[in-house]
């Protein structure tokens, strides 16, 4: 079964510094990655995802995050935060049909 | 824009009462999800739905069951509450395996609050 591992249940940072949030999957096949962003009392929102192509995918806010088959990671990368990206940031790859979480990382922006 | 609506933001019940919690995307999704969300153990997924009166057995289903009578409708019920089922309740849904994936769409969440 597919298993998806967020190293740091915790990441504080200073505005405007760089930041990497780490996610590690289990996989023999093929895979779709997605790193979902959670913001304070809110569902949550899709950031990003790789389905196939360039290894190298962007949001609209200024987060990328690189496949890597043969680490098996997707990190997710902002090179200077703002205060507006703290929130709690979910990896996820398919199973079948379903997408199997990590427990998620949560993003500290201080002043 | 496309949505997954949850009727509730926040609810309160007591132990033993019989809770139900909607949701109702307008996207034409087969696929509709229930997870719960704890601190520390992430989205665990309950029981999820390929097809209108089709339901599967997530990871943890013990203490919930679902109905889907409508293709834009799951609901989730606790049949009878309990305080360990205090938690924020998310509903999602998705396209089926036609291509493009586009991943799943969530609804904004219900925190419930069991007393």
């Known amino acids: 079964a597919q298993s998806v591992t967020q190293l740091d249940s915790q990441v504080p940072v200073f505005e405007e510094a760089p930041v990497e949030l780490r996610c590690n999957y289990s996989?023999?096949?093929?895979?779709?990655l997605f790193w979902y962003v959670q913001y304070p009392n809110q569902g949550l929102q899709l950031l990003l995802k790789?389905?196939?192509?360039?290894?190298l995918v962007e949001s609209i806010n200024g987060f990328e995050a690189e496949f890597n088959k043969s680490q098996t990671s997707f990190h997710l990368r902002k090179p200077s935060v703002h205060i507006s990206d703290t929130a709690e940031y979910f990896c996820?790859?398919?199973?079948?049909?379903?997408?199997?979480f990590g427990t998620g990382t949560r993003l500290q922006v201080f002043p | 824009d496309v949505k997954v609506t949850q009727s509730s933001r926040y609810l309160v019940k007591r132990t033993g009462e019989k809770v139900f919690l909607e949701c109702v995307q307008d996207?034409?999704?087969?696929?509709m999800f229930w997870y719960r969300q704890d601190p520390g153990l992430g989205l665990r997924l309950i029981y999820f739905?390929?097809?209108?009166?089709?339901?599967e057995k997530g990871d943890i289903p013990e203490g919930y069951s679902v109905s889907r009578e409508k293709k834009e409708r799951f609901s989730l019920i606790l049949e009878s509450a309990s305080t360990n089922q205090t938690s924020m309740y998310l509903c999602?849904?998705?396209?089926?395996?036609?291509?493009?994936?586009?991943?799943?769409?969530f609804g904004s969440g219900t925190r419930l609050t069991v007393v």
């Open positions: 999602a849904s998705t396209n089926a395996g036609g291509r493009p994936y586009y991943g799943y769409t």
């Open positions: 996989s023999s096949v093929s895979v779709y």
């Open positions: 790789y389905l196939s192509g360039s290894t």
């Open positions: 996820a790859v398919t199973y079948t049909d379903k997408l199997i």
């Open positions: 996207m034409d999704h087969e696929n």
């Open positions: 739905s390929y097809d209108v009166k089709m339901k």
